[in-house]
């Protein structure tokens, strides 16, 4: 195996024994397939609306889900990958059959051109799978700056892929963003790519990301309304409680729906935290607070939780043997031996029966916090207040706006956050996002004329407010560029969303983007410099320096 697609790889190089996060070498080499036949498939999907043919939605949504499972702490399952790469297979050979017909349609007669192997490769038993898998990961491109490109291209894909399945799920779907993501596989199979085509091609996989982050903006917004500010208890009750971790929405629905009148009560974990924001969910009287911290606390908290534990993506932790009978994965997530909670049938709910039932023989959380956090402040909320934020930048009660937004991590160097946090002056407010504000949310900053230091927008894809806040503001302060407002970044980076909103933040113009705790491990030097010329990426450093730049 080797991995070097999130912030912990191993010594900031790559993962080749066993991942950091837990990631068997069987699993990873999987993924590796996984992600080699996606670009077989997306090959033939190029030809075939290169030949005006049409390709079916069920190829666009299997290719987006196979990329999102293939994220960082979402899916651990040989079983579910082996499952997935016959599917591509399947796939693959329909579409190959698609395009012959289509060319002799078109040519009169058989396609015989070159294909790439990834379009081509048939195993016939799984030792072939799994010897394959071996061959077929990152290292099979040579030249190290090609290889951090499409590396780069194909995570900011995952990211993407992840969004777009949220999306997807709540009925928005956007034909450009499925063929961007084969197009961008595609395009890391083509030998005649130049530098600065791919370079290209990552650009433009930022205004994807952006674009997709806009839907699923709309998506949620529109089916649950839009976020409120929220004072988020931390304190639990004395009924059992079901724990609700990752990103999606509509699983978070339609278990407090199921789980109405049955004596048990919900409480958001991790990235689900802004999920205590949105008005349609305010009705349920059993939806309770807030849960622990970040993702890597978990096999503290969820030991402590007594109750069932719902992963509706990333970020599982490996369950320790204590809780894992209490763990359910469902959607992209799974883990070997933990039960999964199966897709919605057509038109249907999905399930959560065995979850509701397996709370009620459960004791109650045990309360590990007190006191409250503060969410719910996306673009809506924050263009509500405009005029108030306005008026504080001009009389000088604000100074600067710190975007300190991505992800948060198990290392002690993200302690770094916490100390910009504290450090940076009263005049200042951090505008955050994702699961990097669990380093600094629940410190007293204070508020500066009733608006509070730390603005949380919600989950990862929420930094989408952030872009729409600073374009906002440059109308509002009339500065033709967004790189003139008072507004800094301080970007944690982890898995590889955290790349789909960095390309998206860059793709919007902003520069100077500080990024940490490390720079990605697959960055080339040269790719690395093209960065820091072209945006001016720099990594984080000491917390004083840091902060007499930001607030520069
Ligand atoms: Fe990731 Fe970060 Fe949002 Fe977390 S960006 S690591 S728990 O915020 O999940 O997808
Ligand atoms: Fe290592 Fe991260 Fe890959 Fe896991 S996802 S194997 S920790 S680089």
Redesign the pocket.
């Known amino acids: 195996m080797f991995c070097y697609q999130c912030q912990e790889t191993a010594k900031n190089t790559g993962c080749d024994t066993r991942g950091v996060c837990g990631k068997s070498p069987e699993v990873s080499n999987l993924q590796d397939l996984l992600i080699y036949l996606l670009k077989g498939v997306s090959t033939y999907t190029e030809m075939i609306r290169d030949m005006d043919g049409e390709v079916s939605r069920d190829v666009d949504v299997f290719v987006m889900k196979g990329l999102f499972s293939t994220v960082t702490n979402v899916n651990f399952s040989a079983d579910d990958f082996y499952d997935w790469i016959g599917e591509a297979l399947e796939i693959r050979e329909e579409l190959a059959g698609q395009c012959q017909e289509l060319y002799r349609e078109k040519h009169g007669e058989e396609y015989t051109g070159d294909l790439p192997e990834a379009a081509t490769w048939t195993p016939d038993s799984d030792e072939d799978i799994e010897e394959k898998a071996k061959e077929v990961g990152v290292l099979q491109t040579e030249n190290e700056d090609v290889r951090s490109l499409r590396e780069l291209l194909i995570y900011g894909l995952k990211g993407i892929a992840?969004y777009a399945d949220h999306a997807y799920i709540l009925g928005h779907e956007q034909d450009d963003i499925y063929e961007f993501m084969q197009h961008g596989l595609a395009a890391t199979l083509d030998e005649s790519l130049s530098g600065d085509e791919l370079t290209n091609l990552v650009l433009e996989c930022g205004d994807c990301a952006v674009d997709t982050m806009a839907l699923l903006d709309e998506a949620n917004t529109s089916t649950y309304g839009h976020p409120e500010p929220t004072e988020v208890d931390l304190s639990t009750d004395d009924r059992p409680g079901i724990l609700v971790s990752g990103?999606d929405l509509k699983d978070f629905e339609e278990l407090l729906e199921q789980s109405e009148g049955e004596g048990v009560d919900i409480y958001t974990h991790?990235?689900m935290l802004p999920a205590q924001a949105y008005p349609a969910f305010k009705k349920y009287d059993h939806f309770k607070g807030n849960y622990g911290g970040?993702?890597w606390k978990q096999k503290e908290e969820f030991e402590k939780f007594n109750g069932p534990i719902l992963m509706t993506?990333?970020?599982i932790v490996p369950p320790k043997d204590s809780y894992k009978d209490r763990i359910y994965t469902t959607g992209v997530a799974g883990f070997e031996g933990v039960s999964h909670i199966e897709d919605r049938p057509e038109g249907g709910s999905k399930d959560f029966t065995p979850v509701i039932e397996a709370a009620k023989k459960t004791k109650p959380p045990q309360e590990i916090e007190s006191g409250s956090v503060m969410t719910g402040f996306a673009h809506n909320a924050l263009s509500e207040r405009a005029d108030a934020v306005v008026e504080a930048i001009q009389n000088g009660d604000i100074s600067r706006f710190v975007v300190m937004s991505?992800?948060?991590g198990r290392f002690k160097d993200r302690e770094y956050f916490t100390e910009v946090a504290k450090e940076l002056p009263e005049d200042a407010i951090i505008l955050t996002s994702?699961?990097?504000k669990f380093r600094y949310n629940k410190l007293e900053l204070g508020d500066i004329g009733g608006i509070p230091r730390v603005l949380d927008a919600g989950?990862?894809?929420d930094s989408y407010s952030l872009v729409v806040v600073a374009k906002k503001l440059a109308e509002a302060v009339d500065a033709d560029d967004i790189n003139d407002l008072p507004i800094s970044y301080d970007i944690a980076?982890?898995?590889q969303?955290?790349v789909a909103?960095l390309l998206g933040l860059l793709a919007a113009g902003v520069k100077d983007i500080k990024l940490g705790p490390t720079l990605p491990a697959f960055l080339s030097e040269n790719v690395t410099s093209v960065l820091v010329d072209k945006f001016g990426i720099a990594p984080t450093s000491g917390v004083q320096e840091d902060v007499k730049e930001l607030m520069a």
């Open positions: 992840a990103h991790g990235e970040s993702w993506t990333n970020c991505g992800c948060d994702g699961c990097a989950q990862c894809n980076w982890y898995e969303k955290a909103v």
